[in-house]
């Protein structure tokens, strides 16, 4: 293990922070907030902390899968635990417990909230929330690797553990430019929304705190009722197309670019995401329609943005729909475990997995009458190796155990089971909203520390799928040879 390089890169993770909280103090210093010592301090003390780590140690070229592993996990601990310091310092959320889980919330992108008047928060603050969305939408690592060239060769082993999917691959040869380019798609579509935003007259800081929270799937809102409060049709519309827009596999963005138009129309995973999306839409359509709305284009106009915002695992709204009929609510709970695609911003299960689980259980009636038989699974004409799969059915398994283990955990405190039900999932998938308690017009504020330390536990084990944060406390894995074979 390579301490001096895993620490130095930690510390210049956290120069790096430091840096991204300027725009945040600029925003406060515009509107004359008094959270601009807050910003200032929690600055200093990140790049004096970060220029410690950085300076102390020596930084060996070719991190390998145990150092990316040990990087990327302590990486967002750490990077969430500095990033609290502004609530904390201005007094918006003093509890360090509270401040912890929303900042964990915020680079997580689920945008679950402890806060119950967001309107109440200083400009500054607000930014820095929805900010924290769009730096870790593509991932706060994958930002180091692209702007940090020391990282140089080992920069891969980041993206790898990082990277949501089973399979990160490379867009350039360079791992550092591959990040790049992923960024300069993330960015593209992050003016473009604000851009459509402002043309439906949403405040500039609005729509950018807004777009923040959309492009990166985040769902930290600076109103109360969330996106429901602009009670516009067209902004709801623009918002909506855009999370669904988040939720597809970046590289396909840049496979339009190059011109590659069979190869995005052929893509098995795309079409599955959008044909669940179809489907749930119109039946969540006719579901609310007459019972809820009495038009049937306001009932379509809804279901399609829960749907998107869910599925997407953005967590905005622009309804109560935990006050819908059970249909819908059940299948926008069952969304929660979907997610976006592989290499979106999306959290959750992702629909590659969903897709390769549909195409094995395809094979294993296939065999109950041709028992011989040797099927493949095959995604868009290439046969996955059976580890790929084997994997992805590890993985679909712990997701379950993870979400049954945290319901009964969180169930000891009280809650009823819908509440806790719908708090892991949308924690675990990194959603935000869940049902019951905590609702789309509710908050986590009601739960004890020890339920918020958890589910922030939850929220990392979703951002970084699982496998990551579980190898690196399971003693036996560091002793093999299981994270050294790939070196």
Same mark, same amino acid.
């Given at each position: 293990?390579?301490?001096?390089?895993?620490?130095?890169?930690?510390? =210049?993770? #956290? #120069?790096?922070?430091?840096? &991204?909280?300027?725009?945040?103090?600029?925003?406060?210093?515009?509107? =004359?907030?008094?959270?601009?010592?807050?910003?200032? #301090? *929690?600055?200093?003390?990140?790049?004096?902390?970060? #220029?410690?780590? @950085?300076?102390?140690?020596?930084?060996?070229?070719?991190?390998?899968?145990?150092?990316?592993?040990?990087?990327?996990?302590? @990486?967002?601990?750490?990077?969430?635990?500095? @990033?609290?310091?502004?609530?904390?310092?201005?007094? *918006?959320?003093?509890?360090?417990?509270?401040?912890?889980?929303?900042?964990?919330?915020?680079?997580?992108?689920?945008?679950?909230?402890? /806060?119950?008047?967001?309107?109440?928060?200083?400009?500054?603050?607000?930014?820095?929330?929805?900010?924290?969305?769009?730096?870790?939408?593509?991932?706060?690592?994958?930002?180091?690797?692209?702007?940090?060239? %020391?990282?140089?060769?080992?920069?891969?082993?980041?993206?790898?553990?990082?990277?949501? !999917?089973?399979?990160?691959?490379?867009?350039?040869?360079?791992?550092?430019?591959?990040?790049?380019?992923?960024?300069?798609?993330?960015?593209?579509?992050?003016?473009?929304?604000?851009?459509?935003?402002?043309?439906?007259?949403?405040?500039?800081?609005?729509?950018?705190?807004?777009?923040?929270?959309?492009?990166?799937?985040?769902?930290?809102?600076?109103?109360?009722?969330?996106? !429901?409060?602009? =009670?516009?049709?067209?902004?709801?519309?623009?918002?909506?197309?855009?999370?669904?827009?988040?939720?597809?596999?970046?590289?396909?963005?840049?496979?339009?670019?190059?011109?590659?138009?069979?190869?995005?129309?052929?893509?098995?995973?795309?079409?599955?995401?959008?044909?669940?999306?179809?489907?749930?839409?119109?039946?969540?359509? &006719?579901?609310?329609?007459?019972?809820?709305?009495?038009?049937?284009?306001?009932?379509?106009?809804?279901?399609?943005?829960?749907?998107?915002?869910?599925?997407? %695992?953005?967590?905005?709204?622009?309804?109560?729909?935990?006050?819908?009929?059970?249909?819908?609510?059940?299948?926008?709970?069952?969304?929660?475990?979907?997610?976006?695609?592989?290499?979106?911003?999306?959290?959750?299960?992702?629909?590659?997995?969903?897709?390769?689980?549909?195409?094995?259980?395809?094979?294993?009636?296939?065999?109950?009458?041709?028992?011989?038989?040797?099927?493949?699974?095959?995604?868009?004409?290439?046969?996955?190796?059976?580890?790929?799969?084997? @994997?992805?059915?590890?993985?679909?398994? &712990?997701?379950?155990? /993870?979400?049954?283990?945290?319901?009964?955990?969180?169930?000891?405190?009280?809650?009823?089971?819908?509440? *806790?039900?719908?708090?892991?999932?949308?924690?675990?998938?990194?959603?935000?909203?869940?049902?019951?308690?905590?609702?789309?017009?509710?908050?986590?504020?009601?739960?004890?520390?020890?339920?918020?330390?958890?589910?922030?536990?939850?929220?990392? &084990?979703?951002?970084?799928?699982?496998? %990551?944060?579980?190898?690196?406390?399971?003693?036996?894995?560091?002793?093999?040879?299981?994270?050294?074979?790939?070196?």
């Amino acid at each position: 293990m390579g301490y001096g390089s895993v620490i130095k890169i930690l510390g =210049n993770l #956290l #120069l790096v922070e430091a840096a &991204l909280m300027i725009p945040s103090l600029m925003v406060s210093i515009y509107y =004359n907030g008094q959270d601009k010592m807050a910003f200032i #301090l *929690s600055i200093i003390i990140t790049s004096v902390v970060g #220029l410690i780590m @950085g300076k102390s140690f020596k930084y060996n070229k070719g991190i390998k899968a145990r150092e990316g592993l040990t990087i990327v996990a302590f @990486g967002w601990i750490l990077a969430s635990f500095f @990033g609290s310091l502004p609530f904390i310092f201005s007094g *918006s959320i003093p509890s360090w417990v509270d401040a912890f889980f929303e900042t964990v919330s915020g680079f997580t992108t689920t945008g679950a909230t402890i /806060v119950d008047n967001v309107e109440g928060l200083p400009k500054g603050i607000l930014f820095w929330r929805s900010f924290t969305h769009w730096i870790g939408g593509m991932g706060i690592l994958v930002f180091t690797v692209a702007i940090l060239p %020391t990282l140089g060769v080992g920069g891969f082993q980041i993206f790898k553990v990082e990277s949501p !999917g089973p399979r990160p691959d490379r867009i350039a040869p360079k791992i550092k430019d591959t990040a790049k380019i992923l960024y300069i798609t993330y960015l593209f579509i992050t003016i473009l929304q604000i851009i459509l935003l402002l043309i439906g007259k949403m405040p500039f800081f609005d729509a950018a705190v807004h777009t923040f929270g959309t492009v990166g799937t985040g769902g930290f809102s600076i109103k109360n009722a969330s996106v !429901g409060a602009y =009670n516009s049709t067209y902004i709801h519309i623009v918002i909506g197309i855009f999370m669904v827009l988040s939720g597809v596999n970046f590289s396909l963005y840049y496979s339009l670019f190059k011109g590659k138009w069979k190869e995005v129309i052929k893509n098995e995973e795309l079409k599955l995401y959008l044909g669940i999306i179809f489907t749930a839409v119109l039946l969540i359509a &006719l579901n609310i329609n007459r019972n809820v709305y009495h038009r049937f284009w306001l009932s379509l106009r809804d279901a399609f943005f829960q749907v998107a915002s869910i599925i997407t %695992t953005t967590g905005y709204a622009t309804a109560d729909f935990d006050s819908w009929p059970t249909f819908s609510k059940t299948i926008l709970f069952s969304l929660m475990f979907v997610g976006g695609c592989a290499g979106s911003t999306g959290g959750a299960i992702k629909n590659i997995r969903i897709l390769v689980l549909l195409k094995l259980v395809k094979r294993e009636i296939s065999k109950i009458f041709h028992p011989r038989a040797i099927i493949p699974i095959k995604v868009e004409d290439r046969i996955l190796p059976n580890e790929v799969v084997a @994997g992805i059915s590890s993985f679909f398994m &712990l997701y379950i155990l /993870v979400f049954i283990l945290g319901t009964i955990l969180i169930s000891l405190e009280g809650i009823d089971f819908e509440s *806790s039900a719908g708090a892991v999932a949308a924690t675990l998938g990194n959603i935000g909203p869940g049902l019951a308690l905590v609702g789309p017009s509710r908050t986590y504020s009601k739960f004890s520390y020890v339920s918020k330390l958890l589910l922030s536990l939850f929220m990392l &084990l979703g951002r970084l799928e699982l496998f %990551t944060i579980i190898a690196l406390f399971t003693p036996g894995v560091w002793k093999s040879e299981i994270l050294t074979k790939n070196r």
